[in-house]
Nanobody, 119 residues
């Protein structure tokens, strides 16, 4: 059974950098041909794909966030991490990590973690 678990701060001040880590169990993040994705849902809005890191280490970030987002991985810990800089209250959302089996089809999700940007 594949499990994903998000971890990180629940409260971040404006202009700071948000860092979230997703720890994966039951599968390796290097397994062909999955992508490991960050998704968020602001209050009252739909899901937004932030970006992903592939099984081979390639990354993709949404054009709307690319200027202040990076996604990395630690294969020794089977984790991948989101860094979102210069946060504003508009970055307040529930953040999820998920496994993409291809073509934006997510088969396993973390439970989600609430992040609030506020001073």
């Amino acid at each position: 059974q594949v499990q994903l678990q998000e971890s990180g701060p629940g409260l971040v001040k404006p202009s700071q950098t948000l860092s979230l880590t997703c720890t994966v169990s039951g599968d390796s993040i290097t397994t062909n041909y999955y992508g490991w994705t960050w998704i968020r849902q602001p209050p009252g809005k739909g899901l937004e794909c932030i970006g992903y890191v592939t099984y081979s280490g390639n990354t993709y970030v949404s054009p709307s966030l690319v200027s202040r987002t990076s996604i990395s991985r630690d294969t020794s810990k089977n984790q991948f991490t989101l860094h979102l800089s210069s946060v504003t209250p508009e970055d307040t959302a529930v953040y999820y990590c998920a496994r993409d089996q291809g073509h934006w089809e997510y088969d396993y999700w973390g439970q989600g973690t609430q992040v609030t940007v506020s001073s």
